[in-house]
């Protein structure tokens, strides 16, 4: 169950609770059933609506059985409370899915098919992207991303704490992503180690908002207080490889009985005081007080805050093992390293008696050889010099040498040249208005037939700078890359498209371009766009950003007007 969980399906485990159905209790006449609170430290249940999900009509489901004749349940990972959550696949565009289901006369179906719909609204890399939510043939099913390369937090705290600069980026990462969240008006409710993903790039992704609250039947008084003290919960965690409660939950142990909440830095050793400090001002909601006067931090918006107040801290330098290279030899007047004498004192080096230069050539008969030698050397550099300049210059003359040389350095440096694979890529809006998330993997899915497509626009092909600048994809191409040229295949042609290629400091969405250095631009009117970096350096994020779009006419997925979609993007390095 752990390596299922940690694939990314947003399930919907106990997380060390008991079974909800061991409090269940009657549903409301009009289905929604009695919510459950959020508890203290954990998410226990005062009353909740479980009686009535026993009583739903069971799930007939089984692997092979196809959702709209498209997503083919592969492995059942949780069957709970009359819903389970299934890993799938999408036979349309061939990928991994994730897929709840709920009967349709579930009491919790239609909060559950309300969750996603509004999660799916918001189309924030930062969280499992729901792609689906659709009531058919008396089910509810949600289907959602499924990140094979991201571990849940849970596995990575059973290996040990973080280091500092991993907690910093996590308490980082899923405030500004929470934060965003409840400016939608979404809540998560159940955030714990178990709903919260690292990627192989180091980025943190969340999973369920809004959706495992509704199929689960949480709600909460004081939704961005409890999220913040979630937040405070998930970092202390990180630091000390301890849950801050006196109970054991997500494979961690509790805090001894009786002690209260301690600050990190007093569990652990090493730890870093100023995390140490934000962790204590999230939870103080829970009655913790602060080492410092600061204020503590009720709203995940404050603790972002408080987070990008700190100083930054760096990621530690990689540690470099020497190679065994050959030992330095102690040469000295001919002594290779002497061994010591039986003594222990080192052998003394005695001068070499000096060699006396062989007699010069002081005869007549040899002074007259000297001369003819050196005339000798004296022409043969002549002529050397002579026929060298010569074959110089008639290959200047010829009609295309320099031609093919630079034919054949072509060859040669694509020869040189090897494909790069994308790790992951998101969509890049610093503006914070997307264009369609959830098709950023279809750019590099090896299938021509499945693109990204951009918004239509009023006035192009150039955007307007004042109400939009670009549109474009962030691509992570592995640790070490130096990519050469990209090469982009668009599905329109025509009046043109203008792409330029940035290298990224990291797979961000929203980060500013200005930060960033060009690397190469292109305009075409073809639907192939290429683009060659000059001078190649290592780039491990690259931004393809468009400020250009041709006219195109309308379809069945966007209207008219000045757009473009890319179908498949390559990279060379």
């Known amino acids: 169950m752990a390596e299922r969980s ?37 998410e226990a249940a005062v009353t909740d609506d479980a009686g009535a999900a026993a009583e739903a009509n069971s799930l007939e489901l089984h692997s092979g059985h196809k959702l709209a004749r498209r997503y083919r349940l592969e492995e059942c990972v949780t069957r709970l409370d009359g819903f389970s959550s299934w890993r799938a696949v999408d036979e349309k565009l061939r990928r991994a899915v994730g897929v709840h289901v709920v009967p349709a006369d579930h009491p919790r179906a239609r909060p559950v098919l309300a969750a996603a719909r509004s999660a799916a609204l918001l189309g924030d890399p930062r969280f499992v992207q729901v792609l ?36 910093y980026q996590l308490v980082s990462q899923v405030s500004q992503a929470m934060a965003a969240a409840h400016r939608e008006g979404l809540a998560h409710l159940r955030l714990n180690p178990g709903s919260v993903l690292r990627t192989e790039s180091g980025q943190y992704r969340i999973r369920g908002l809004a959706v495992m609250a509704a199929l689960r039947g949480i709600s909460a008084d004081h ?26 939950a997500y494979g961690l142990s ?72 050959y030992q330095r030899t102690t040469y000295q007047q001919g002594v290779y390293g002497q061994p010591p004498n039986r003594g222990g004192a080192p052998h003394t080096a005695r001068p070499a008696a000096p060699v006396p230069p062989p007699p010069p050539l002081q005869s007549r008969t040899g002074k007259a050889l000297k001369w003819t ?75 021509p037939d499945t693109v990204w497509r951009s918004k239509s626009y009023d006035e192009g092909p150039d955007l307007n700078p004042a109400f939009k600048k670009g549109v474009g994809l962030v691509y992570d191409l592995g640790a070490g890359q130096k990519p050469k040229t990209a090469t982009l295949g668009l599905k329109y042609g025509g009046d043109h498209t203008t792409v330029s290629l940035y290298a990224a400091d990291s797979l961000s969405s929203s980060a500013p371009l200005g930060s960033m250095k060009k690397l190469a631009t292109t305009t075409t009117s073809d639907t192939t766009a290429k683009l060659t970096v000059n001078r190649p350096e290592s780039a491990r994020y690259v931004v393809v950003w468009m400020t250009a779009m041709p006219q195109a006419p309308g379809d069945t997925y966007s209207d008219p007007g000045y757009k473009q979609a890319i179908a498949e993007v390559k990279f060379t390095g």
């Open 373 to 447: 030698v050196s005339a000798l050397l004296i022409a043969a550099l002549g002529l050397g010099s002579w026929q060298l300049a010569d074959t110089l210059l008639k290959e200047e003359n010829k009609p295309g040498p320099s031609n093919s040389s630079e034919k054949d350095d072509g060859k040669g440096a694509e020869v040189a040249s090897k494909p790069l694979k994308i790790q992951n890529a998101v969509e890049y809006y610093p503006d914070g208005n997307p264009q369609h998330t959830n098709q950023v993997p279809l750019t590099y899915d090896d299938n």
């Open 254 to 325: 509790g805090l001894p009985k009786g002690v209260g909440l301690i600050a990190p830095d007093q569990v652990r050793a090493g730890v870093h005081r100023g995390l140490s400090e934000l962790a204590m001002r999230a939870l103080v909601n829970d009655g913790a007080t602060a080492s410092r006067q600061d204020q503590p931090c009720t709203t995940p918006e404050e603790l972002a805050k408080a987070v990008a107040a700190m100083p930054r801290i760096r990621p530690p330098e990689p540690a470099f093992t020497p190679s065994p290279a």
């Open 132 to 167: 689906d939510a659709v009531e058919e043939n008396d089910l509810v099913y949600v289907v959602h991303e499924w990140l094979p390369d991201a571990t849940e937090l849970t596995a990575v705290l059973a290996a040990g704490p973080l280091e500092p600069h991993d907690a």
């Open 6 to 42: 940690t694939a990314a399906v947003d399930v919907a485990d106990s997380g060390g609770e008991e079974p909800l159905t061991a409090e269940a209790g009657k549903a409301t006449a009009d289905g929604a059933g009695t919510k459950k609170k959020v508890g203290k430290g954990t």
């Open 223 to 248: 939704p961005q207080r409890t999220e913040t003290e979630a937040i405070g919960a998930l970092l202390y965690a990180a630091l000390t490889q301890r849950w801050p409660y006196e109970t054991n």
